[in-house]
Nanobody, 114 residues
Framework: QGQLVESGGGLVQPGGSLTLSCVAS????????MAWHRQAPGKAREWVAG????????SYADSVQGRFTISRDNAKNTLYLRMDNLKFEDTAVYYC???????WGQGTQVIVSS
């Protein structure tokens, strides 16, 4: 049974940075495309960024393009999301997920506040 565990969330001021991590287990991580999603209070969950199995192709939502960077280390079974120049509207619970078979993490909270 596949599992994903996120970490790295927290409270940060506008303009600050955070790096989220997502550790995978129970499945062959390197054969899965991966993505980050987020859900802000009172809003629907939205896709943030995605990457292919070897990390060669990355894509981003327009709202985070140029500020967020998705990456992966297949040797460590870990997915990352580097978030720079954070804005109030980036406040959300962030989830990592596989792009097939429906594995999701439990989420990590990011709060951007002054």
């Amino acid at each position: 049974q596949g599992q994903l565990v996120e970490s790295g969330g927290g409270l940060v001021q506008p303009g600050g940075s955070l790096t989220l991590s997502c550790v995978a287990s129970g499945f062959t991580f390197s054969t899965y495309g991966m993505a980050w999603h987020r859900q802000a209070p009172g809003k629907a969950r939205e896709w943030v960024a995605g990457t292919t199995t070897q990390g060669s192709i990355k894509s981003y939502a327009d709202s985070v393009q140029g500020r967020f960077t998705i990456s992966r280390d297949n040797a460590k079974n870990t997915l990352y999301l580097r978030m720079d120049n954070l804005k109030f509207e980036d406040t959300a619970v962030y989830y990592c997920a596989t792009t097939r078979d429906g594995y999701w993490g439990q989420g990590t909270q990011v709060i951007v506040s002054s």
